[in-house]
DNA sequence: TCTGGGGTCCTAGGACCC
DNA sequence: TCTGGGGTCCTAGGACCC
């Protein structure tokens, strides 16, 4: 049995926690560059604000109901996470952790074999630690768990927490074939199409059927929703196979120094995160485009890419390789507005020796980037820098509404008064 | 005027090998 | 006129997740 606990809409329960008077009120979080909704509370669902619709088309509606517009504060939403995951270890020594607001849990070890009632306990213990309200669904498979935390949020009134019950039909009747865990926007209008609309539906198809309209991993689900495991718990995650930071610009850019700036600190981060994980990286891309909104100004997308001989985490050699990819692409005349730099093929490590390269360098290199990232990790991101990445302010985003670090940062630390 | 930033897996098609 | 039967690797695109 598996148990699925899921953050209430976390980023807006997070502003919550350290301004009560936040609560009951309808309160949306912006992405990057305050662009977009990307998270909600339940009562700006209600009014109708949407996940990813564009802040500046929703003034009117957040002006008419008073709407709490905050900037995305990750530093604080990572701490937050990081606390309601070890309160979850608590209550189970199994736990994935599936994303920031997102767990599952391997219930078959609990000693209190009444599962719901612990899941209660939990919840509780949750709420009044962190100050974040979570829903928890139990099923006999991921999907399955899945679908009862789905469950628990569209019914309020059962407390926070449903199980799959012996007869599953009512409930899988109540959850729409889009909402079923695995099948996204595309599948459930084919779905719909052939007259498969709500979970029930679904586990009626033949699996063979499935998998020759859609694919291996449709098929799955349906499985996974008749009760068979394919998706165990993954307590130590895989190692990754790509990394990506990219950014848009806060405004268009137009020269190959704002741009290259960009692509120094894409670089700069992709690299920082790789030593973090302990890999190095043998292929290179870099990309910049206009906006993919914008259709009435002249649209350009460039991206090349680069191997890295011998594979590395080393900035300056990331740096150095971006920007020589970059700049034989590099076109005068657009206004961009997003950069960035995608590594592939890492890998864990000592990368196979290159027969050019002299071993006092590598050392040498090697302990640059120590000193650097403690530098940078004692000091502050960014206090040691490379000259590429720039003095100005092209990187710096827009964040207008950002509430305090309350967490992370001694000088922006809530104050009690007496 | 203003539209995020990450990831994974699968499939089809093309190029190559024998 | 008639044109086999295996493979692998790579890439792009499309689907999904948060």
């Known amino acids: 049995m ?166 599953a039909n009512e409930m899988l009747r109540a959850v729409e074939v889009g909402a079923i865990w695995g099948i996204g926007r595309q599948w459930s209008k ?15 198809m033949e699996p063979a059927v499935i998998k020759k309209t859609f694919n291996i991993v449709a098929m799955k689900t349906v499985m996974e929703l008749r009760g068979c495991t394919y998706y165990r718990l993954e307590q130590t995650p895989e190692q990754r196979k790509t990394l990506l930071r990219s950014r848009s610009f806060a405004s268009p850019v137009t020269t190959w120094q704002e741009v290259s700036e960009a692509i120094a600190s894409h670089a700069t981060r992709a690299a920082e995160k790789l030593r973090n994980e302990e890999l190095v990286a043998s292929v290179l891309k870099v990309f910049f485009h206009t906006s993919l909104f914008n259709h009435r100004k ?40 997003r950069a960035g ?23 040498r290199d090697k302990n640059i980037m120590s000193v650097l990232d403690a530098v940078n990790t004692n000091m502050g991101a960014g206090t040691l820098h490379f000259a590429a990445t720039g003095f100005t302010k092209v990187m710096q985003m827009r964040q207008l509404q950002r509430s305090p670090r309350y967490t992370t940062h001694w000088d922006e630390l809530p104050q009690v008064m007496s």
């Open 190 to 204: 084919k779905f719909r199409n052939i007259g498969v609309h709500t979970a029930f539906d679904l586990v009626q």
């Open 2 to 167: 598996y148990a699925l606990a899921d953050c209430n809409n976390f980023y807006a329960s997070c502003e919550r926690v350290f301004e009560p008077h936040l609560a009951r009120k309808p309160v949306v979080v912006l992405s990057n560059n305050d662009g977009c909704i990307i998270a909600r509370s339940q009562e700006a669902k209600d009014i109708g604000f949407k996940m990813g619709d564009p802040i500046f088309k929703c003034r009117d509606l957040v002006k008419q109901h008073n709407v709490i517009v905050r900037s995305s504060n990750f530093s604080l939403y990572g701490d937050m996470s990081r606390r309601v995951m070890q309160t979850i270890r608590l209550f189970s020594p199994d736990v994935e952790i599936y994303s920031i607001d997102e767990a599952f849990i391997k219930l078959d070890g609990l000693i209190d074999r009444n599962f719901e009632d612990e899941m209660r306990r939990m919840r509780a213990a949750v709420l009044q630690w962190t100050g974040i309200p979570i829903s928890i669904g139990i099923g006999k498979t991921k999907t399955l768990a899945k679908l009862a935390n789905h469950y628990a949020k569209k019914t309020p009134e059962i407390g926070g927490v449903a199980q799959i019950p012996k007869n």
């Open 298 to 337: 002249p649209r350009h997308s460039a991206h090349a890419t680069i191997e890295l001989i011998p594979p590395t985490s080393t900035t300056h050699t990331i740096i150095k390789a971006a920007l020589a990819a970059a700049y034989p692409i590099w076109k005068e005349g657009f206004e961009y507005k």
């Open 341 to 363: 730099v995608y590594l592939l093929e890492l890998s864990k490590g000592q990368p196979q020796a290159s027969l050019f390269e002299s071993p006092e360098e590598k050392i």
